[in-house]
């Protein structure tokens, strides 16, 4: 008796603890962590030093939203089961396996957060994510929004996305791509109800055309962060729809015409920190009627913004140019009178007519503000408000101005020096080529003392 209680005790702690290795204890689970909410049932398990997920949901008869944020979860196990529309959240958590089919009891999961986890290329399948099994086929689970930012991917498995169909939004920022593989393109090839796709922080210097073009509902895209050095052609493939670009800090040194032909949805388009950036050329935005938003900062070495780079349709509302090495602005650049927001502050202005014109064109909400961008008094040297420039700067004949035409002009004299030196040289070498050839040739001639006994070569005789 005392041996079958003793056995029977064993067994229990035994498997009690077992139980505690795969699961956390899940009763009274709303003491440890906290419970709540109103429209939706809000479990907040964040920072509770948990190494594994719970066994059972605590009762809801609502959206659950499950936050396991800061935990040390080395593999996401089958999470357990509900019937609801479920969020989840397992940021931070040194996540490095997830259990196949991690997701199948909670199919109706809309959202999934898995940032900041150490997930690779390797660990991550299509198995992964496949929802219940029934009838022989896995049905889809309901995921819209993917996020994978900070992990340590660098290629996505062809059929990562066959049990997400309705997925929306892809958060792949802080990853290892370097450049988006074959699989990685068939993968993207399949998820065509895709809205935002978030690639920042990557090492990507190009954007595969082949990824990108079955995207037909993409509207966001963010690259920022990245290696490209020109603004990806390829954009092309998005034209229709894509409305919000961002660039940023990337090693693109050239604006132009051709730069954003085939994207003329664009509505939001960010160019911030592009140190190789120095100017901004005619009809760089000319092409994005749609165009609302353009935020242009830190770019430390823009210089100037060519005063045609907007179409005379343009329908710019915000504009964003602080911080970075603007000398002038032009008058005609915009019809300044729409912008609801303007900032210039922290560039290299020299007060002149043109600031003075802008202020007077610009809303009020705008120019009232007494933090406003500054310029330097070419009589002066003194820093002043730009929206309280006078009339009298327009008597001011630019020093700046005339001594950055002076440069300009300085750097076209340099060009045609360069080119006639090099052509000079090239002329001078080919000369001395020419000399040097036609020299050795007579002391050929005059050193062979054979000549007369070779006579008879029908080729030599041509020269004589
Ligand atoms: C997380 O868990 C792993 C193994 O389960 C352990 O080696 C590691 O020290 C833990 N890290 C922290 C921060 O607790
Ligand atoms: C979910 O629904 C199925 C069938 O509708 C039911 O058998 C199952 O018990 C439900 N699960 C939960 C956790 O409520
Ligand atoms: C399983 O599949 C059948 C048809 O193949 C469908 O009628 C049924 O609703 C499915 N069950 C679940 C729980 O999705
Ligand atoms: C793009 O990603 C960067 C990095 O996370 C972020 O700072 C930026 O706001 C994002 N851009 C847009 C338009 O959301
Ligand atoms: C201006 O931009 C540079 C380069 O991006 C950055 O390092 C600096 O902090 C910025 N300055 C301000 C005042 O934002
Ligand atoms: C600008 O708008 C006018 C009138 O709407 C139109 O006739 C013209 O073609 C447009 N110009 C450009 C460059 O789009
Ligand atoms: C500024 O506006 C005045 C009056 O409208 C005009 O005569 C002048 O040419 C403009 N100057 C510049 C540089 O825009």
């Known amino acids: 008796m005392k041996m079958t209680m003793f056995i029977v005790i064993s067994i229990l702690l035994i498997c009690s603890t077992l139980a505690d290795e795969v699961y956390e204890n899940s009763k009274n689970v709303c003491q440890k962590c906290k419970c709540g909410g109103e429209d939706e049932f809000i479990l ?14 605590p009762a809801h008869d609502k959206t659950l939203v499950a936050t396991f944020s800061h935990n040390n979860i080395t593999t996401l196990e089958i999470l357990p089961p509900s019937n609801h529309t479920v969020r989840l959240v397992f940021d931070h958590c040194n996540i490095k396996y997830l259990d196949p089919g991690f997701l199948k009891e909670v199919k109706n999961v809309e959202y999934i957060d898995l940032s900041y986890n150490l997930l690779t290329t390797e660990e ?21 929004t993917l996020n994978l930012a900070y992990n340590q991917i660098h290629s996505l498995p062809r059929k990562f996305f066959e049990s997400m169909p309705s997925l929306e939004e892809l958060n792949l920022e802080g990853n290892d791509f370097v450049t988006l593989d074959p699989n990685t393109q068939m993968a993207l090839s399949t998820v065509s109800n895709l809205r935002v796709l978030n690639l ?4 990507l210097t190009e954007l595969v055309g082949d990824a990108i073009k079955n995207l037909n509902n993409l509207v966001e895209l963010n690259l920022s962060s990245n290696r490209l050095d020109f603004v990806p052609e390829t954009l092309d493939y998005l034209g229709k729809h894509l409305k919000v670009l961002d660039l940023s800090d990337n090693y693109i040194f050239e604006l132009r015409d051709e730069s954003f032909l085939g994207v003329n949805s664009i ?8 140190p190789r950036l120095k100017t901004i050329y005619v ?73 003075f014109n802008i202020t007077r064109d610009l809303d009020n909400e705008i120019t009232r503000r007494l933090d406003g961008p500054t310029c330097v008094d070419p009589r002066t040297d003194a820093s002043r408000q730009v929206y309280s420039l006078t009339e ?26 360069i080119t006639l030196t090099a052509m000079f040289t090239i002329a001078t070498f080919l000369a001395v080529m020419i000399a040097f050839l036609r ?18 070569n029908p080729i030599q005789n041509q020269y004589i």
């Open 44 to 57: 907040d398990c964040s920072d509770k030093g948990f190494k594994n997920i719970l066994a059972n949901w």
């Open 267 to 274: 509505t939001e388009l960010y160019l911030d920190n592009l």
């Open 200 to 203: 920042a922080r990557n090492e």
């Open 124 to 144: 991550i399948d299509g198995e992964d994510f496949k929802g219940p099994y029934n009838n022989s086929v896995y049905c889809p689970i309901a995921l819209k």
């Open 283 to 355: 009809d760089t935005f000319a092409n994005l009627p749609n165009l609302r938003k353009l935020s242009l900062r830190d770019n430390i070495n823009l210089m100037s913004i060519d005063r045609e780079a907007f179409g005379i349709n343009t329908t710019l509302q915000e504009l964003y140019l602080t911080n970075n090495s603007l000398m002038e602005l032009d008058h005609k650049l915009l019809k300044w009178s729409n912008l609801r927001v303007f900032e210039l502050k922290d560039n290299l202005l020299e007060c002149d007519c043109n600031l």
């Open 439 to 456: 020299y050795r040739r007579g002391t050929a001639y005059r050193n062979y003392n054979f000549t007369t006994q070779v006579q008879y």
């Open 392 to 417: 009298d700067i327009c008597e001011v004949k630019s020093t700046r101005a005339s001594i950055q035409h002076a440069m300009r002009h300085f750097e076209t004299i340099r060009v045609i020096l």
